[in-house]
C-alpha cells in the first residue's frame, strides 16, 4: 500500500487513485482504438443571426459513440486525447470530415460557413497550418468559409506563441476565434494584439441568468468591448426566448443554443438550412 521513494519520502497509494489510473488506462486504450473503428461521428450546430433568424454557419462538435461505454462526452475524452497525443489526428480527421460536410452544403446554401474547435496540441504542432489547407482543398473548402475556435486558456498560456501561430494561420485567409470567452484571464492588452475575428460569450454568461440586472450588464459589456475591436460577436448557450431577445436588443450579432437549435446529426441540417429563420415563433 505504501512505498519509500526516495530517503524519507512515503508515497501511499489508495485503492480509489488505481481504480482512476485504470480508468484512465482503460479509456485512452479504446480512444486509441475508436479512430480506425470508426465510432466517433460529428453532429453540427447552427450559429444564427440574431437579427434576422438566418443560419449563418455550423459548428462541428465531436461524438463518441463506443459500443461497450455507450456515448462519452468530449468533455470526458478530449482531455485524455490531448494528453495522449491523439488529438492531432484525431482534430485532423474532424477538419478533414466537417470541410467535406459543408462543402456539400454549400452547394444548396452558398454562404454557409464552417466553425470548428481546435485543441491548443494541434495549434503548437509544426505542421497544423500545412495540414489545414491540405484538408480544405482536398474538401474544396475556400479558407474564408472556415473559422478556428481557440479556447482562451489555450491562447493565454502562451500569449506571444499564440499570436505568431495564429498569424501564420490567418494568411491561409482562415478566422479565428476565442472560444469561452469570459471563463479564462484574457489581459486586455494581449485581446487587442490577438489576430481574432470572433469572440464567443461563454455560455455561463448566457444561460446561467434570466439575463436580467448585473449578469445582463456583464453581458452588455462583453458584447460592446468585443464591437470596440472589430470582432464578431456570438452568445453561447441561449435557452429560452427572454435571453434571445435580450441579446438582440444588446445588438449581439450572433447566437448559438438549444432554444435555436440542438446539435444535429449531418441528415437533419439540410432540413434546418431550409428554413429562413431560427428565431420566428412558433405557434
Ligand atoms: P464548445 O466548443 O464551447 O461547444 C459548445 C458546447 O455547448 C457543446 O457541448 C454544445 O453541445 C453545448 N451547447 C450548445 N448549446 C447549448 C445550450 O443552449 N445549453 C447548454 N447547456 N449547452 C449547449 P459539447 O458538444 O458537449 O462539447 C463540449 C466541448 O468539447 C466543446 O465546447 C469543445 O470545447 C469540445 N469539443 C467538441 N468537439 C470538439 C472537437 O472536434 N475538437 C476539440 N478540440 N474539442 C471539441
Ligand atoms: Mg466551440
Ligand atoms: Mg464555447
Ligand atoms: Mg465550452
Not at 462519452?72 to 470530415?97: H, K, M, N, R, Y
Request: hydrophobic residues 45%; glycine residues 8%; contains cysteine.
Amino acid at each position: 500500500r505504501a512505498k519509500k521513494e526516495g530517503p524519507g519520502k512515503v508515497v501511499v497509494y489508495e485503492p480509489h487513485m488505481h481504480t482512476e489510473a485504470i480508468n484512465y488506462l482503460s479509456l485512452r486504450t479504446d480512444l486509441q482504438r475508436a479512430l480506425q473503428e470508426h465510432e466517433f461521428r460529428l453532429q453540427y450546430q447552427p450559429l444564427v443571426r440574431l437579427d434576422t433568424g438566418e443560419t449563418a454557419g455550423v459548428e462541428a462538435l465531436i461524438r463518441w459513440h463506443n459500443p461497450a461505454r455507450g456515448l462519452v462526452s468530449p468533455v470526458d475524452f478530449i482531455p485524455i486525447a490531448e494528453e495522449s497525443g491523439l488529438i492531432v489526428e484525431l482534430g485532423q480527421w474532424v477538419l478533414e470530415t466537417s470541410a467535406a460536410q459543408v462543402a456539400a452544403w454549400r452547394r444548396t446554401h452558398p454562404d454557409l460557413t464552417l466553425n470548428v474547435n481546435v485543441s491548443g496540441h494541434q495549434l503548437v504542432h509544426p505542421r497544423f497550418a500545412a495540414n489545414v489547407t491540405r484538408a480544405l482543398a482536398v474538401a474544396g473548402l475556400p479558407s474564408g468559409a472556415v473559422t478556428l475556435e481557440l479556447t482562451e486558456s489555450v491562447l493565454m498560456s502562451d500569449p506571444d506563441a499564440a499570436v505568431a501561430s495564429l498569424a501564420s494561420l490567418r494568411e491561409l485567409g482562415v478566422q479565428l476565434s476565442i472560444d469561452d470567452f469570459g471563463t479564462g484571464y484574457s489581459s486586455l492588452a494581449y485581446l487587442r494584439e490577438l489576430p481574432v475575428d470572433e469572440l464567443k460569450i461563454d455560455r455561463a454568461f448566457i444561460a446561467r441568468a434570466e439575463l436580467t440586472g448585473e449578469d445582463l450588464a456583464l453581458v452588455r459589456t462583453i458584447v460592446e468591448l468585443g464591437h470596440i475591436l472589430g470582432l464578431r460577436v456570438v452568445a453561447e448557450g441561449i435557452e429560452n426566448a427572454a435571453q434571445l431577445e435580450a441579446l438582440r436588443r444588446l445588438g449581439c450579432s450572433y447566437g448559438q443554443g438549444y432554444h435555436l437549435c440542438r446539435p444535429s446529426n449531418p441528415a437533419d441540417i439540410p432540413q434546418v438550412l431550409a428554413r429562413r429563420s431560427l428565431t420566428a415563433v412558433h405557434p
